[in-house]
C-alpha cells in the first residue's frame, strides 16, 4: 500500500523544466535570415500587387479609360479638321486658278471640290456633336489590361537596361572609380526599403465609385457566348424598389441606371401609367434608352400620357418616344430624346454608275436607335406621305441616287409643281412636268406593263419581270401627286395595280393620304408607305385607325421653315422588304446638291437606258383603257377627242425634250442646223457649256438672216425638237450658281 502512495506521488510531480543555459537561442545570422525572408515576402506581394494594378482602385481604372476615349476623340477630331482645311484649301487653290486661266472654270471639276467640301465638312459636323460616352465594361477591362502590359514591360525591360549600367560600375570599380556603384548601392538600398516594407493588399477594400461619370453599368455587356439578348432582360428597377415617399425628378438628374430606371418608374407612378419594371437602360449621345414593361393592358398607357411625362422629366415636346414591341406586347422602347439622336447618322457613301442592281439593297435612312434603313425598289410600290416642309423633296432624291445608280433600271421623273429630282435631272431618262407630259407617260408605262405581262411566259421569265441591262425595270418619281390632273391621277391609280410584277414601280409623294389628296382610297393598298410631319388623320389613313395606339406618330414630327430644318426627311415606314414593321423613327440622309450634280453627270456620262424593244413590240396589242378613248356618236361622228395619246418611245422623248434613243439619227433640216450651229458657236468660244440666253444671242449673232427674228421660245422649241432636249442645269457659272441651258457634249450627241 505504501509503496503505490509513493509510486502516485513520484507520478504526480511536476517534468523537470530545462534550464535557461539549456535553451537554444536562434544565432544572429538565423535573425537576418528570417528577417530577409519576410522582407522578400514583403517586396514580392508588393511588386505583383503593382503589376496587377492593385494599387489602383476602380476609380483610377474608369478615369484612365475615360481619358484614353477622349484622347482618342479630340485626335479623330483633330485629324477631321485637318481633311477639312486641306478639302477648302484644294477648292480655293482651283478656283483661283479657273478664274485666272483662258479656259475659264470646270464646274464638273469645281463641283466634285465643293461635294468634298460639303461631305467633310458634314463629318466633322458630326463628330463635334457626338459626345465622348462613358467608357463600357469591356473599355475598362481593357484599361486596367493596357496598365498590367505597361508595368510589366517596364520591370522587363528596365532589367534588360540595368545590365550594361552593373557592369560598367563593377568595371569602374574596379579601376578605383567606386562612385557608379556606390550610387547604385544605396538606390537598390533605398528601393529595397521601401518594396520590404509590410504590405497589406488593398483588395479587401471596396471599389469606389466614379463621381464624374455614371457607373459602367449603364452600358450593357455583350452576352456570354454569342447568345441574342433577351429583350427586358437586364432589369434595373421594379415599382417594389421605389424608396418609399420618392417624388419625381427631372432627367438631367440621372446620373446613374438605378437613377434613371428610377427616375422612369416615379414619372409614370405619377401619372397613372401601370408601370412593373424598368430594364436594359442603355446611355446614348442623344439622352437614354429603356424598356418599360406594364403590367395590364399595353404599351398604350406610354404613348397617351407622353406629353405629360415630357413635363415630369422636363424634357423638349417629342423628347418622349415611345416604340411598343411586338416580340413582348407587354413592353416598349422608351427613348427620352434630349439632343438630336440622329447627329452621328453616316453620311451619304460614293454609288459608282451603274455599279447596283435595281434589286440590291441600299442604305437611305438611320433609326433613331442608329439601325440602317436599307431596301430595294425592284417590284415595289411606294407611297412616301409629308405636309409642306416635310422633306418630300428630298426622300425622293435620296432614293432616285440609289436607282440611278443601278446598271438596269430606267429613271422617269413627274412633277406637275416643281422641280421634282432637280439636282438628279442629269441621270433621269424622261423628265415630265405639264400635265400633258405626265399623262402620256403613265399612260404609256400602263400599256407596257400590260405587254410585258403578256410578254413573260414567251422570254422564260416566270410570274415576275427579271431585270437586266437588255431588258431594264422602270422607275418612276412621281412628286406632287395631288396637283396631277385627274386623269393622271387616275393613270397613276391603274399602274398601281398592274405594274410591280412587270418592274414598272411609282413612287409618289403626297401631302395628305387621304383620297382626296391621292384620288382614290388607295393608301392602304401599296406595299410601301412612310410618312412625315403630318396631321393625325393622315397617320390613320395610310397606317390604319389603330396606328396610333401601336406607336406609330409621325404627326408629333414638325415640318421645316424658312429657317429651320427641324424634322424634316424624319419618317415612319411600313413594308420595306425583308424588314419588320416597327413603330420606330428614321431619318432619310439627304445629300448636297453639289454631291448630287456631280454624280449624276457621271451617271449622264456612263449612258442611260432605253426599254428593250420586246417590250416597245408586245404594246401593240394591248387595249388601251376605255377613258382614253375618243367619243364619237352614233351617226360615228367625233363627238369628243381622246385626252390623251399613246405614243411611240421616241415620241414620247421628244414630247418631254429628252435625248432620242441611241442609233436615231437628226434628219436634215431647222432643228438639225439649229444644233450644228450651237455646236459651231460653242467651239468657236471654246466653251463647253452656254446658258440659254447666251447661246441663243450667240446664234442670232452667228446667223442674223436665220435666227434674227426668232424669239427663244422658238429656239427652245427647236432644240427640243432636234431630240437635245429642253435646256439642263449646268452647274455654277460666274454668279450663277446653277442656271440652264446647253452642253456641247449634249448637242454633238443629238448630231
Request: charge should be negative.
Amino acid at each position: 500500500m505504501a509503496t503505490e502512495v509513493q509510486a502516485d506521488a513520484i507520478e504526480q510531480q511536476p517534468a523537470e523544466q530545462p534550464t535557461d543555459k539549456e535553451t537554444k537561442e536562434p544565432t544572429r545570422g538565423d535573425r537576418m535570415k528570417a528577417a530577409f525572408a519576410e522582407q522578400r515576402k514583403h517586396a514580392g506581394a508588393r511588386v505583383k500587387d503593382w503589376l496587377a494594378t492593385g494599387d489602383l482602385d476602380h476609380v483610377d481604372i474608369i478615369q484612365h479609360a475615360t481619358d484614353r476615349k477622349q484622347r482618342k476623340h479630340d485626335n479623330r477630331l483633330a485629324q477631321q479638321q485637318r481633311i477639312v482645311a486641306e478639302a477648302h484649301a484644294r477648292f480655293h487653290a482651283a478656283k483661283a486658278q479657273a478664274e485666272t486661266s483662258e479656259n475659264g472654270a470646270n464646274p464638273g471639276a469645281l463641283a466634285s471640290l465643293a461635294g468634298r467640301v460639303a461631305a467633310e465638312e458634314a463629318k466633322l459636323a458630326s463628330l463635334q456633336a457626338m459626345p465622348v460616352l462613358p467608357p463600357t465594361d469591356r473599355e475598362i477591362s481593357n484599361a486596367r489590361h493596357g496598365k498590367k502590359a505597361a508595368r510589366a514591360g517596364m520591370l522587363f525591360g528596365g532589367g534588360i537596361a540595368s545590365l550594361p549600367l552593373l557592369g560598367t560600375a563593377i568595371e569602374q570599380a574596379v579601376t578605383g572609380q567606386p562612385l557608379i556603384i556606390a550610387a547604385i548601392g544605396a538606390g537598390a538600398s533605398w528601393g529595397w526599403y521601401v518594396l520590404s516594407r509590410p504590405f497589406v493588399a488593398r483588395g479587401s477594400e471596396p471599389a469606389g465609385e466614379a463621381p464624374f461619370v455614371p457607373t459602367p453599368a449603364t452600358f450593357l455587356a455583350d452576352p456570354a457566348g454569342g447568345a441574342t439578348p433577351i429583350v427586358g432582360g437586364n432589369v434595373f428597377m421594379s415599382v417594389e424598389q421605389l424608396p418609399e415617399g420618392a417624388k419625381p425628378f427631372p432627367l438631367r438628374n440621372a446620373r446613374t441606371p438605378q437613377q434613371l430606371a428610377e427616375c422612369v418608374l416615379l414619372a409614370m407612378v405619377a401619372e397613372n401609367v401601370p408601370v412593373v419594371e424598368v430594364s436594359d437602360v442603355q446611355r446614348q449621345p442623344w439622352g437614354w434608352q429603356c424598356t418599360v414593361r406594364v403590367g395590364e393592358g399595353t404599351p398604350e398607357a406610354i404613348i397617351d400620357k407622353s406629353g405629360d411625362l415630357e413635363t415630369k422629366f422636363d424634357l423638349p415636346t417629342n423628347g418622349v418616344r415611345p416604340q411598343p414591341l411586338k416580340a413582348r406586347r407587354a413592353c416598349a422602347v422608351l427613348r427620352l430624346v434630349e439632343g438630336n439622336p440622329f447627329a452621328t447618322a453616316p453620311g451619304l457613301p460614293y454609288r459608282a454608275p451603274k455599279s447596283l442592281s435595281i434589286t440590291d439593297r441600299f442604305r437611305v435612312g438611320t433609326s433613331v436607335g442608329g439601325d440602317p434603313l436599307e431596301l430595294s425598289l425592284a417590284g415595289v410600290m411606294g407611297l412616301w406621305v409629308a405636309a409642306s416642309g416635310g422633306g418630300k423633296t428630298g426622300i425622293l432624291q435620296a432614293l432616285a441616287e440609289g436607282v440611278t445608280a443601278c446598271h438596269d433600271n430606267i429613271t422617269i421623273d413627274l412633277d406637275p409643281f416643281g422641280d421634282g429630282l432637280e439636282d438628279l435631272g442629269d441621270a433621269v431618262r424622261i423628265t415630265a412636268r405639264t400635265n400633258e407630259q405626265i399623262e402620256a407617260v403613265l399612260l404609256f408605262l400602263w400599256v407596257m406593263a400590260k405587254g410585258r405581262a403578256r410578254l413573260r411566259a414567251k422570254l422564260g421569265m416566270g410570274k415576275k419581270w427579271k431585270a437586266s441591262p437588255e431588258r431594264p425595270a422602270v422607275t418612276v418619281f412621281f412628286d406632287e401627286l395631288p396637283k396631277s390632273s385627274p386623269l393622271a391621277k387616275r393613270l397613276y391609280n391603274d399602274l398601281l395595280l398592274v405594274g410591280r410584277k412587270e418592274l414598272i414601280v411609282v413612287q409618289a409623294a403626297s401631302q395628305g393620304g387621304q383620297s382626296s389628296y391621292l384620288g382614290a382610297n388607295v393608301a392602304q393598298m401599296i406595299a410601301l408607305t412612310a410618312i412625315g410631319p403630318c396631321k393625325v388623320e393622315d397617320t390613320r389613313s395610310v397606317f390604319g385607325d389603330g396606328s396610333v395606339k401601336e406607336g406609330y406618330l409621325p404627326h408629333k414630327l414638325s415640318p421645316a421653315t424658312a429657317t429651320d430644318p427641324k424634322d424634316a426627311g424624319h419618317i415612319f415606314i411600313q413594308g420595306v422588304p425583308g424588314m419588320a414593321d416597327e413603330p420606330i423613327e428614321y431619318a432619310i440622309h439627304e445629300a448636297p446638291s453639289a454631291v448630287l450634280r456631280q454624280l449624276a453627270e457621271e451617271r449622264l456620262a456612263a449612258g442611260l437606258l432605253d426599254p428593250d424593244q420586246d417590250s416597245l413590240d408586245a404594246m401593240r396589242g394591248v387595249d388601251l383603257p376605255e377613258y382614253v378613248l375618243p367619243e364619237y356618236d352614233k351617226d360615228g361622228d367625233l363627238k369628243k377627242p381622246a385626252p390623251v395619246e399613246l405614243l411611240t418611245w421616241e415620241q414620247l422623248l421628244k414630247l418631254c425634250g429628252a435625248e432620242p434613243p441611241a442609233g436615231v439619227e437628226l434628219t436634215d433640216g431647222p432643228a438639225r442646223a439649229a444644233v450644228e450651229d450651237s455646236v459651231a458657236v460653242m467651239e468657236k468660244a471654246g466653251v463647253d457649256r452656254m446658258t440659254t440666253e447666251t447661246a441663243f444671242a450667240a446664234i442670232q449673232q452667228y446667223d442674223p438672216d436665220t435666227y434674227g427674228e426668232m424669239t427663244v421660245d422658238e429656239f427652245k422649241a427647236l432644240m427640243s425638237q432636234a431630240g437635245v432636249g429642253m435646256p439642263v442645269q449646268l452647274g455654277a457659272m460666274g454668279d450663277k450658281k446653277n442656271p440652264r441651258g446647253y452642253k456641247l457634249d449634249r448637242l454633238r450627241a443629238a448630231l
